[in-house]
C-alpha cells in the first residue's frame, strides 16, 4: 500500500511538473488578489485593522484551495481513471490524491502568507501559532476538498456541487481557523487556543476516515 500510495504521488507530482498549470496559476492568482486589495485598503485609507487583515488573509486562502483542489479529479480523463482502476486500489488513491494536495496547499498557504505580510504588512504578535493555524488550514482545507472533490466529479457541473457540499464542513473549520489566527496576532496565550486546534484535528481524522471508508464505494460507480 505505501509503496502505491509513493508511486501515485511521484505521478501526481511529475505531471504537474509537467504541465504545472495549478502551481503557477494560483501563484499568479494570490498575487493579483493580494494586490487588488493593497489597492483597495492601503493606498486608500493607508491603514487596514487586524481583523480585516485576517479575514482577507483566510478569504484568500480559500478560494485558492477551492481553485487548486478542484481538479483533483475532473482533469484525470475516463480512460485514464479506468487504468488506474486495473492498478492501483481505491484507498491508495484517495490517500495519494490528498497528500499530494496537502503538499500542494502548504505551498501556496506559506507563499501566499509571504506575500501577504510584505505586501500589506505584518500585525502578527505570536508568529508560530499563526504559522501553525496555516498549516492546520493547508491539511484541513486539502483533505476536505479532496474528497468533496471526488464526489462532484461524479455529477455534470461538478464545481458548483463541489461549493455546496464543502460548505457544511468548511464553514465551521474557518470559523476556528479565524479564532486561532486571531489570537496568534493579538499575541494571546496558546492554551486560548488548544480547544479549537484539538477540533481541528479531529476534524481532519474524521474526514480522512470517512475517505478511506467511502471512496471504494464511490470509485466503482
Do not use: H
Not at 480512460?79 to 497528500?99: C, D, F, Q
Not at 457544511?168 to 499575541?187: E, H, W, Y
Amino acid at each position: 500500500m505505501f509503496k502505491e500510495i509513493k508511486a501515485l504521488i511521484e505521478k501526481e507530482i511529475t505531471l504537474e511538473l509537467r504541465q504545472k498549470y495549478a502551481l503557477n496559476g494560483m501563484l499568479l492568482y494570490i498575487v493579483s488578489t493580494v494586490y487588488v486589495c493593497y489597492l483597495s485598503f492601503r493606498m486608500k485609507a493607508n491603514q487596514i485593522d487586524k481583523i480585516t487583515w485576517n479575514t482577507l488573509f483566510w478569504i484568500i486562502l480559500l478560494f485558492t484551495a477551492m481553485n487548486a483542489i478542484a481538479k483533483s479529479f475532473t482533469q484525470e480523463r475516463y480512460g485514464r481513471l479506468l487504468y488506474y482502476y486495473t492498478l492501483a486500489s481505491p484507498v491508495g488513491i484517495i490517500l495519494s490524491k490528498i497528500v499530494y494536495n496537502t503538499l500542494l496547499m502548504l505551498v501556496l498557504a506559506l507563499a501566499g502568507f509571504g506575500v501577504y505580510a510584505v505586501v500589506m504588512g505584518n500585525p502578527v504578535g505570536d508568529m508560530p501559532l499563526y504559522l501553525a493555524s496555516i498549516v492546520l488550514g493547508a491539511v484541513g482545507f486539502a483533505s476536505t476538498l479532496t474528497m468533496i472533490a471526488g464526489i462532484a466529479s461524479k455529477a455534470e457541473n461538478s464545481a458548483t456541487l463541489m461549493a455546496i457540499l464543502s460548505f457544511p464542513v468548511i464553514l465551521p473549520m474557518l470559523l476556528m481557523l479565524l479564532k486561532i489566527s486571531k489570537n496568534a496576532l493579538d499575541g494571546l496565550d496558546r492554551a486560548s487556543s488548544l480547544d479549537e486546534v484539538f477540533m481541528l484535528l479531529a476534524i481532519d481524522a474524521i474526514v480522512l476516515v470517512l475517505s478511506v471508508i467511502l471512496f471504494p464505494f464511490l470509485w466503482r460507480s
